[in-house]
């Protein structure tokens, strides 16, 4: 596969890379060829030179001559033909059973447990020594060799797809339960496109094995195939003829990889790649358009909006560390509370309970309506936006943001989601791909992707973090204006103290596991540079580095 080259960054936009021009890389080509030529003149100089004795070092003439008197009567053929449909076909049943095992078992630990002992078992045999209870049970025919096939080819297969499918479920855990995937949708949105290197890898690898174990079944018991050739070859006294028949096991296993690695690649390059298997975004129609921008304003009145009210909240880790015990607060309606806290106090933790990522070990999350609205017993639409923009590199932008809103019909879940690009600026981006974007920029897809949900309490988890000054500046403004713009609850967990003064209509600190109010700037336009915020800052900092005056 071309490895892409480096973007190029303009204005916070990438441009196109730049084109490789195509054809065989002849530089390639030559040096995987060097070392081949190499070995074969140091094999006909010593041939030539008698080294050896010709009984047991033919010269490549010599070698040359018999592959070409058994291609001629079609005895090569034959055999080549013959270990090949073996491999194939053991391959192709092994690789089924991986797959399938490894698939049922990476969610099923305890399933996996109960079937340990036997697997444990069968990949610490060597299949060959088998060989004589295969041909007791199965006879002399084809059986014998198939099972030798699978057996050899399974694991590789089986521990790749295993790793690599729990791998990507582990990564991606709090995001499929953070917008209520199903575990079809994460199967087929997130675990098997994120996994799909290590499954091809794994294949790779097994049809590898598949081959070294099928000519040692041969050179066994078999009345045909390449290693039945070699044996019988060895027999005789043909010691060229044995050549030939291991370069031609070489070639073909070359041969095989190269056609399974390309394949690979493509078939790789067509599940990684959703933007070339979907049409381009269009932009809505005017009746759309306006539909979309409906449901994107998501002007909830603050009356139906919930409180988020926390009870005795405590939190203990299994190695018995607990960042906060009897947490009791309230985040008020409609309003942002920014909470800070130095780094391991607990504010992650806390937002993860919120948000019903994480069990506490006492008390409980309330979502408090006022009396009298509609909604009061509803739970309220949550959105996140993590600290990452964890978007998956195998979907479009747009597809990215619709994966917060599965649940939603097609039509409805494209307009939304372009909607909420439309609010945080990206929507001529619809069509990108994750690795053509800024920093910035994933993170604004990040929250366009919260935005989607239309939610009544958006949790954001040190957002703009692992930005640049400059960055950060610009996405706050922006996040002002859209908090402004739309009634949400929102608790906002970050480490910059002039974040939390620039966007927070509450502010809390979490120190020593509790909660302590810190009154915020009323008036959102003194925010920015007013004295009161200059005079909150600081004594936030003072209080967070532990009462030393900044003067």
């Known amino acids: 596969m071309t490895t892409p080259t480096p973007f190029v960054r303009k204005d ?56 070409a008197e058994l291609l001629e009567t079609g005895e090569l053929a034959k055999h080549a033909a013959a270990s090949l449909a073996r491999v194939v076909s053991g391959f192709l049943i092994s690789a089924a059973a991986a797959l399938f095992l490894a698939f049922l078992f990476y969610r099923r630990r305890r399933w996996e447990e109960g079937a340990s002992i036997v697997l444990e078992s069968l990949r610490v045999v060597p299949p060959l020594s088998l060989v004589p209870l295969l041909i007791l049970w199965l006879g002399i025919g084809e059986a014998p060799k198939l099972a030798i096939v699978v057996l050899s080819s399974f694991f590789p297969v089986y521990l ?51 081959w070294r174990a099928l000519i040692g079944s041969e050179l066994i018991a078999a009345a045909s195939g390449l290693g039945y050739l070699i044996e019988d070859a060895s027999s005789m006294a043909r010691t060229d003829v044995v050549f030939v028949g291991v370069l031609t096991i070489a070639l ?48 909830a009145s603050e009356h139906d909006l919930p409180a988020v009210r926390i009870e005795m909240l405590g939190k203990t880790f ?8 009897a947490l009791t607060d309230t985040f008020p309606a409609g309003r942002v509370t920014a909470l800070l806290g130095r780094s391991g106090c607990g504010k992650t933790t806390l937002l993860k309970i919120v948000a019903g990522l994480s069990a506490p070990t006492a008390g409980c999350v309330r979502f408090e309506r006022k009396a009298g609205s509609g909604a009061a017993a509803l739970r309220p639409a949550i959105g996140i936006v993590f600290q990452s923009p964890m978007l998956l590199d195998w979907k479009t932008v747009v597809e990215n943001v619709e994966m917060g809103i599965l649940h939603v019909p097609e039509t409805e879940r494209r307009e939304r989601a372009l909607a909420a690009l439309d609010v945080v600026g990206l929507g001529e981006r619809a069509d990108a791909c994750p690795e053509e974007l800024s920093g910035g920029m994933a993170q604004r897809v990040g929250f366009a992707r919260a935005l989607a949900r239309n939610p009544e309490v958006l949790l954001m988890d040190e957002p703009f973090g692992a930005l640049d ?43 020593a596991g509790r909660l302590v109010t810190e009154p915020a700037v009323s008036d959102p336009a003194e925010r920015e540079a007013g004295l009161e915020a200059a005079a909150l800052e600081e004594r936030i900092l003072t209080r967070l580095l532990g009462g030393a005056s900044l003067q």
């Open 12 to 67: 916070d936009f990438s441009t196109s890379p730049e084109k490789r021009p195509s054809g065989v890389d002849l530089g390639g080509v030559a040096r995987r060829a060097l070392l081949p030529l190499l070995i074969l003149l140091a094999w006909y100089l010593a041939a030539e030179a008698r080294l050896f004795p010709p009984l047991l070092l033919p010269s490549p003439v010599r070698v040359f001559g018999a592959a």
């Open 160 to 210: 790749n797809a295993l790793s690599s499918l729990r791998a990507v479920e582990a990564r991606w855990r709090e995001y499929a339960r953070a917008f209520e995937l199903t575990p079809g949708e994460c199967l087929r949105h997130i675990h098997v496109p994120g996994a799909i290197g290590g499954l091809l890898t794994g294949l790779r690898l097994g049809f590898g094995y598949a």
């Open 252 to 299: 073909l296993g070359i041969l095989c990889d190269v056609l399974f690695q390309k394949g690979a690649e493509y078939f790789e390059a067509r599940m990684r790649r959703t933007k070339s298997l979907t049409p381009p975004v269009t932009p809505p129609t005017s009746q759309n358009a306006s539909h979309a921008a409906a449901s994107a304003s998501h002007k």
């Open 318 to 325: 299994p190695g018995g560390t607990a960042p906060f015990e």
């Open 469 to 511: 000054a400059l960055t950060r500046t610009a996405l706050q403004r922006r996040c002002r204006t859209i908090l402004a713009e739309r009634p949400m609850t929102v608790l906002l967990i970050t480490h910059d103290v002039r974040e939390a003064v620039r966007l927070g209509d509450e502010i809390r600190i979490l120190e």
